[in-house]
C-alpha cells in the first residue's frame, strides 16, 4: 500500500457484519441450558426491610434459586469505592442486594433464576418484601440542611463530598474587577440510554476451574481483575469478554453492578450458565445516571471584557452512592474556564446524596455542565457590557504562543495540573462566524422578524480533557498462514469503530490493506492488561500503544525479509502485504516472512519448507533463534499518557423559535471542532455527529422526571425524551487538526466532544431568538415547551 | 418486561371471537398490538386470553362511498392514509395520519384499535369527533352504531361493551369545497399531541363561513369538539377578531391538570395558536377549492 491510511476516510471494518444483523451481543452467545434472571428491585426510595418471604416464589415451577442478602454468603458487603479522593468523608457504595435500607427505586433487593425470564419475573413478583417507608428529600440544596431526611444514617447533611480548588488568586481578581456578573444555571438529570441495555451471561467450568464471563462492559480487564478478587481465583482462571456491545457512553465503566457479581455467583452455585439481559425499565431505574448540577458562576472582568477572574459554587447530585469518586465533579469543576485565559478561579463543589441510582459519568462527565455554566455567564457578560458575544470570547481565549497553558492548583481527573497543550481557539471561532454566516445575521434575523419569524444565533466554545492515563497497551502479530496482522488491545470497542482506526495506524507501518488488520479486543485472554474505554481515551490512549508495537514489528519485518532477500535493511520497502527491495520486482510476502520467522521442525505446508532446519533460509551460525530473538513476527508495547491531551470545539446554530407553541427548531447547526491529528475523518464526524444528537437530547428534550417521592415517572422509551432522526438538523462540521506535541500520534480524544456545547448553543440560541419580547432568561436545560411558555407569560405574553 | 402468563386464540368469524369474550371477562381483542403488547410487557395490562381478530373473515378494508368512509377494524392506519380513494373524498386523513406515530407503527397499528385505545392525546379519535362520524359495535345481542361523540366518554374509556367488538369506524367525506387542516404540538415527532386541532369549513360566496367543525386532542380526558368557537365563527369572514374570539371561548375546554412539562398555561396557548393557525389554513384552501 502506498497510500497512507491514517486520515483516511476507510469504511468500518465492523458494518457489514453489524448491518447484515450478524453482530454477537451478549444476549446472542450460545449457551446450552442458560437460566435467566430477574430481579425484585426496590418500589421505595427510601425504606428499612421490615421482613422478606420468598417462599412462594421459591416453590414456583421452573425457579432454579432465589437469592437475598442472607444467601449471597462473602459477596454481601459494599462494593467497591473505585476511585478513592479525600474529599469525601464517609463514601458510600451499594451492596449487591439491599441489607437492612433501601436508597432508591430500582435497587436490587432479590435476585431469581429461573428456567427463563417470563418464570424469573413470574417468581420475582412472588416474593413478598415488607417496607417501612422512610422521608426522602429530593430537591439538593434541602437535602443540605440540617433537618433534611438522610439518605445514610451515618451521612451529615447528606454531604457526600465536598472540595474547593483555587488557581491565581481570585479574591484580588474580583477586588480589581470593573464588572462583575452572576447567574445560576442548571442542567438536569440525564441518562446514556444506550440502545443495548446492560447484559451479563456466566458459565463456570467445575472441571478446568474456569470462570468464563460474558460482559457488555467498557472494562473487561477490570472487571476479571474483580472478579478474580471477589471469587478468589487467579486472574488467569477468569475470563472476560465483552463481545459486541451496543453503546456504553460511560454507562458500562461502573464495576460493578449488582448483576456482574450475582450472575457468576450462581453460575458457580448452580453449575449451569447463567445469563441476565437488562431490559429497559431496568436501564432506567438500575443502570447510573448523570448531570445534575446547579453552578452559581461568577466572572470578574474588565470593562474591555477581558475576565480576569471566575468563582463557580456548584452542588452536585451523586445519587444514592459514589461509587466512582467525585470524577464527575472534579471534571466540571477543573473544565470551568474552558478556554478561556481567566488566570483567577475559585471552584467549590458540594456532591450531594439523593435517594436515587448512583451517578457516574455519561458522555461529558461534567463538561456540559461547566459548558453550559461558563458560556451562559459569558453570554451575560457581553451583553451588560455591551460586547458582541463572538468579540468577548475573541478577547479571553488562550492564544497559540501560549501553549502549554498551565491552570496551576486544579488537578484534573488525572490527578495532574490542568495543562492545555494546543490548539486554535481564535481560528476555530472565527471559523464558526463565518460558517454561521454571523455578519449578515443581525440583517437576516431582522427580516425575519418583519415576518412574525423569531430567529436567534447561539453559540458556546468548549475545552475536553481526553485520552486519560494510567496506559493501555498494544499486540501485533503477523500471521504466518494468511499474512494478515492480527492486533490486540485491553480496552473494548462499544461501535465506536476501533476496529478500523487501529487497522489503520498498523496498516501503514506493515504496508498492509486495514481490512486484513484484524483487531481482536474485549477478551481477557487476548490481551491481558490494560484499563478501560472512558474519557474519550481510546485512540489517545490504545492507538499510541498499537502505533508503537507496530514500529517494532515493522522493523522486525524489514530485518528479516533483508535477511531473506539478501539486501541491506535500508533497500527494502514495505507495501501490499509484502517486502519489496527498492526500485525492483523481487519481494517476500509478509506471510511467508512470518512463518521464515519461525524455525519449525514440521513442513506443514510449502512456506513452511524454507522454515525447517535443512532449508537453505534458516542457514544459522549457532541456535535458530538466537539469544534475545523471539519466533515469529510479533510484538507487545504500552503507551502512557504524561498526562491529558486537550481536544476543543466551538459549536454554533442558527434556532427559530415559535412563540405560539413554544417549540425550537435547529435551522443550522455548525460544529468547528479540533482533535489534533484525525485517523479516519469518517469516524471522528460519527463520533462529533452521535455526540451532538445526544447533546441536542440533553438540550431540549431528555430529562428524568423523579417525582417528590423518588419515583421516576418516565421509566421508558416512550416518555424519556430521546431525539430521533426528525429531530437532529443536518450539522455541518469543520475540522482543524492541530498535532498535540504530548504523543508520537498527534491524537486528541474526540467521543465526548460532541456533546459538550449543546445545550449552551440552544440557550443562547433562544434567548436571542426571543430578544423582541424582553430580555429573556434561559438557564436551565433541557430547555422545554413549557419554560419558554413560562418566559413569555411573565415577560406580558 | 415480559408479559404474564396469557392464552391465545385467534378465531375465524366474528361470533366465535365475540363468543369469547363474552365468556371470559379478562379476555381482550388484539388487532394491531402497538398499545396492547407493550402494556403488557409493562405488566399493566394482564389479560386472560388475546382474542386475535387478524383472522376473522370480512374485517378487513376500507370502503369508500359518496358519504362515508367504512374503515374495518383490522385496516392498518398505513392503508387507510396511503389510500387514494380516501385521498380524493377526504384529504384531511392522510393529514391527520403523518401524525399518527412513525410509519413502522403505522404499518402494525389499526385505525379501530386506536379508537378503541380512546387516548385523547391521539389524532384518530379526534379525527372521527371533528368530522362526526361513528363506530358499528356487534356483540352477543346485535349489532348497533355508536356516534363519535358518545364513544369516547373519558380516558382511555369508551361506550364499547367489554363483550363487543368494533368492526368499523364511519368518517364521512368532507363536503363539496370545504377547506380543512389539522396540526398539533408535540415534543418529538411522532409523539401524543400536547395539543392538535383540526378542522373542516366551508364558505359562502361572500367569503363568510357558512358551516365550521373544530375539534381538538390532547386538551381533556376525550377529544372534544369546540362548539363555541364553532358557533362563534360560523357566519363571519374568519378575521382576527373573530378568531381571537374563538380562541377565548375554547380555553375553557382545556381541562388536563398540570404535568410536570406541560402546564395548563402553556396547553392553552398552544390551543389558541393551532386554532388560529388551523382555521386560517382551511379557509385558505377552501377559498382555494372555489377559484379552482
Not at chain 1, 422521608?135 to 440544596?141: F, I, N, Q, T, V
Not at chain 1, 460511560?250 to 431490559?279: N, S
Not at chain 2, 418486561?1 to 385467534?10: H, I, T, V
Not at chain 2, 388484539?30 to 394482564?46: D, E, I, K, S
Given at each position: 500500500?502506498?497510500?497512507?491510511q ?5 469504511e ?7 448491518l ?14 442458560a ?30 434459586a432465589i ?6 454468603g462473602?459477596?454481601?458487603?459494599e ?55 422512610l ?7 434541602k ?7 438522610l ?83 487467579d486472574?488467569?482462571?477468569v ?6 456491545v451496543?453503546?456504553?457512553f ?33 436501564n432506567?431505574?438500575?443502570s ?5 448540577q446547579i ?13 480576569i ?6 452542588l ?16 466540571a469543576?477543573?473544565?470551568i ?6 488566570p ?55 492564544a ?23 490548539g ?10 463565518a ?16 415576518e ?13 480533557g ?8 498494544g ?7 494468511t ?41 481477557t ?13 481510546a ?47 523481487r ?6 516472512i512470518?512463518t521464515a ?43 502512557s ?18 412563540p ?34 445526544q447533546?441536542?437530547g440533553?438540550a ?12 421516576l ?39 465526548e ?31 422545554s415547551?413549557n419554560m ?10 | ?10 378465531p ?17 381483542v ?17 389479560p ?7 383472522h ?16 374495518k377494524?383490522?385496516t392498518?392506519?398505513r ?18 395520519m ?29 379525527l372521527l369527533?371533528l ?8 356483540g ?7 356516534a ?21 369506524a ?16 408535540t415534543?418529538?415527532h ?25 375539534a ?15 358557533n ?12 381571537d ?43 382555494q377549492?372555489?377559484?379552482?
Open positions: 500500500m502506498s497510500t497512507r491514517f486520515g483516511a476516510r476507510v468500518r471494518n465492523i458494518d457489514p457484519k453489524l447484515r444483523g450478524e453482530g454477537a451481543f451478549v444476549d446472542d452467545i450460545p449457551l446450552p441450558d437460566l435467566h434472571v430477574a430481579f425484585l428491585r426496590s418500589p421505595h426510595a427510601r425504606a428499612r426491610i421490615v421482613s422478606i418471604d420468598a417462599s412462594a416464589a421459591k416453590r414456583h415451577p421452573g425457579v432454579a437469592y437475598t442478602s442472607d444467601d449471597i462473602t459477596l454481601d458487603v462494593m467497591p469505592l473505585l476511585i478513592p479522593h479525600p474529599s469525601m468523608k464517609n463514601p458510600k457504595t451499594q451492596r449487591p442486594l439491599a441489607r437492612g435500607d433501601v436508597h432508591y427505586v430500582g435497587q436490587t433487593v432479590a435476585m431469581v433464576v429461573a428456567v427463563d425470564r417470563y418464570t424469573a419475573e413470574d417468581a420475582a413478583a412472588l416474593i413478598e418484601v415488607e417496607y417501612e417507608p422521608p426522602l428529600e429530593m430537591d439538593l440544596a437535602a443540605l440542611t440540617d433537618d433534611a431526611p439518605v445514610h444514617a451515618d451521612v451529615p447533611n447528606n454531604l457526600a463530598a465536598h472540595f474547593i480548588q483555587t488557581s491565581g488568586n481570585p479574591d484580588d481578581a474580583f477586588a480589581r474587577a470593573e464588572h462583575v456578573t452572576k447567574i445560576t444555571v442548571q442542567v438536569d438529570r440525564s441518562t446514556a440510554a444506550p440502545m443495548e441495555c446492560r447484559a451479563v451471561a456466566a458459565r463456570w467450568d467445575a472441571v478446568s476451574g474456569e470462570l468464563t464471563v460474558w460482559d457488555g462492559t467498557q472494562a473487561p480487564i477490570s472487571v476479571r481483575g474483580g472478579l478474580a478478587s471477589v471469587f478468589e481465583l486472574e488467569d482462571k475470563r472476560v469478554i465483552a463481545p459486541d451496543g453503546g456504553g460511560g454507562q458500562k465503566v461502573l464495576l460493578f453492578y449488582p448483576d456482574e457479581l450475582l450472575v457468576p455467583m450462581a453460575a458457580m452455585r448452580l453449575g449451569r450458565p447463567v445469563k441476565y439481559i437488562e431490559d429497559r425499565r431496568e432506567f431505574l438500575g447510573s445516571q448523570e448531570r445534575t453552578h452559581t458562576i461568577e466572572l470578574a472582568a474588565l470593562r474591555t471584557g477581558e475576565v477572574g471566575l468563582r463557580d459554587f456548584f452536585h447530585d451523586t445519587g444514592a452512592f459514589i461509587p466512582y469518586g467525585i470524577a464527575v465533579a472534579q471534571v469543576s477543573t473544565s474556564a474552558g478556554p478561556y485565559r481567566i483567577n478561579i475559585f471552584v467549590e463543589f458540594k456532591a450531594v446524596y439523593t435517594p436515587t441510582v448512583q451517578v457516574t459519568p455519561y458522555r461529558g462527565c461534567g463538561r456540559p455542565q461547566a459548558c453550559f455554566a461558563l458560556e451562559r455567564a459569558m453570554d451575560q457578560l457581553a451583553e451588560e457590557l455591551g460586547l458582541d458575544r463572538f468579540e468577548i470570547r475573541r478577547r479571553n481565549l488562550i497559540e504562543k501560549e501553549f502549554p497553558y498551565e491552570r496551576e492548583g486544579l488537578l484534573f481527573a488525572d490527578g495532574l495540573k490542568v495543562t492545555l497543550d494546543s486554535q481557539y481564535g481560528k476555530a471561532l472565527a471559523m464558526a462566524a460558517e454561521l454566516g454571523a455578519e449578515s445575521f443581525a440583517a437576516e434575523q431582522a427580516k425575519a422578524r418583519a412574525g419569524r423569531y430567529l436567534g444565533l447561539g453559540l458556546a466554545c468548549y475545552v475536553e481526553t485520552g486519560l492515563g494510567p496506559y493501555e497497551g499486540h501485533v502479530k503477523i500471521h504466518p498462514i499474512g494478515k496482522v492480527y492486533v490486540n488491545t485491553g480496552l473494548s470497542t462499544q461501535g465506536q469503530g476501533h476496529d478500523t482506526v487501529f487497522a489503520q495506524i498498523v496498516a501503514d507501518q506493515l504496508g498492509v490493506s486495514p481490512q486484513d488488520v484484524i483487531v481482536v479486543e474485549g477478551d485472554k487476548a490481551f491481558d492488561w490494560g484499563v478501560a474505554t472512558f474519557a474519550s481515551r485512540a489517545v490512549v490504545s492507538g499510541n500503544a498499537i502505533h508503537k508495537t507496530a514500529l517494532t514489528v515493522r522493523k522486525k519485518v524489514i530485518e528479516a525479509a533483508a535477511n531473506m532477500l539478501d539486501v541491506d535493511p535500508d533497500q527494502i520497502e514495505l507495501r501490499d502485504s509484502a517486502a519489496w527491495v527498492k526500485g525492483s520486482n519481494f517476500a510476502p509478509l506471510a511467508a512470518a520467522s519461525n524455525p519449525l521442525r514440521y513442513a506443514f505446508n510449502k512456506a513452511a519448507q524454507a522454515a525447517t532446519q535443512f532449508a537453505r533460509a534458516s542457514k544459522h551460525d549457532g541456535p535458530p533463534l538466537a539469544d534475545g530473538q523471539a519466533p515469529g513476527l510479533e510484538a507487545t508495547d504500552y503507551y499518557p504524561s498526562q491529558s491531551t486537550w481536544a476543543y470545539g466551538v459549536h454554533g446554530a442558527i434556532i427559530e423559535v415559535d405560539g407553541l413554544c417549540t425550537v427548531k435547529i435551522r443550522k447547526y455548525v460544529c468547528i471542532h479540533d482533535c489534533g491529528n484525525m485517523i479516519n475523518p469518517m469516524i471522528v464526524e460519527g463520533q462529533v455527529l452521535g455526540g451532538i444528537a447533546g441536542i440533553g431540549l428534550y431528555e430529562h428524568l422526571d423523579y417525582q417528590a417521592d423518588g419515583n415517572a418516565n421509566a421508558s422509551l416512550m416518555d424519556f425524551l430521546v431525539p430521533y432522526a426528525t429531530e437532529i438538523p443536518n450539522v455541518s462540521i469543520l475540522h482543524l487538526e492541530t498535532p498535540t506535541p504530548l504523543n508520537p500520534l498527534g491524537v486528541k480524544g474526540v467521543g466532544a460532541g456533546c459538550i456545547a449543546v445545550g449552551a448553543v440552544v440557550a443562547s440560541g433562544v434567548e436571542d431568538a426571543l430578544r423582541p419580547f424582553g430580555a429573556l432568561k434561559f438557564h436551565q436545560v433541557p430547555l415547551p419558554i411558555s413560562y418566559a413569555l407569560e411573565t415577560a406580558g405574553y | 418486561m415480559k408479559p404474564s402468563l396469557f392464552g391465545y386464540q385467534a375465524a368469524s366474528i361470533e366465535e371471537a365475540i363468543s369469547i369474550l363474552a365468556g371470559d371477562p379478562d379476555a381482550v388484539l388487532a394491531g398490538g402497538q398499545t396492547l403488547l407493550p402494556a403488557m410487557n409493562f405488566r399493566a395490562a394482564n386472560s386470553t388475546l382474542v386475535d381478530i387478524q376473522v373473515a370480512d374485517l378487513r378494508g376500507i370502503e369508500v362511498g359518496t358519504e362515508i368512509i367504512i374503515v377494524a383490522m392498518r392506519h392503508e387507510f392514509e396511503l389510500d387514494a380513494a380516501v385521498a380524493r373524498v377526504n384529504p384531511l386523513v392522510a393529514e391527520v403523518q401524525h399518527v406515530a412513525h410509519v413502522p407503527i403505522r404499518n402494525r397499528g389499526t385505525v379501530v384499535g386506536s379508537l378503541c385505545h380512546a387516548d385523547p392525546s391521539a389524532e384518530m379519535p379526534m369527533v368530522l362526526g362520524g361513528s363506530v358499528i359495535a356487534q352477543p345481542s346485535g349489532r348497533r352504531e355508536i363519535a361523540e358518545d364513544f369516547f366518554q373519558s380516558f382511555l374509556t369508551t361506550a364499547r361493551e367489554r363483550d363487543e367488538i368494533i368492526t368499523e364511519r368518517f364521512p367525506v368532507l363536503p363539496k369545497g370545504a377547506g380543512w387542516a389539522f396540526d398539533e404540538v415534543r418529538r411522532g409523539d401524543y399531541a400536547i395539543a392538535g386541532v383540526g378542522c373542516v369549513l366551508s364558505l359562502d360566496d361572500r367569503g363568510r363561513a357558512s358551516r365550521v367543525q373544530l381538538a386532542c390532547g386538551i381533556a380526558d376525550t377529544p372534544v369538539r369546540l362548539k363555541e368557537a364553532e362563534i365563527l360560523t357566519g363571519t369572514t374568519l378575521g382576527a377578531s373573530d378568531l374570539a374563538a380562541v377565548a371561548a375554547s380555553g375553557a375546554a382545556v381541562t388536563q391538570p398540570d404535568e410536570i412539562h406541560v402546564s395548563h398555561t402553556y396547553r392553552r396557548r398552544a390551543l389558541g395558536t393551532l386554532i388560529r393557525r388551523i382555521v386560517t389554513m382551511a379557509a385558505q384552501r377552501a377559498t377549492m372555489e377559484t379552482a
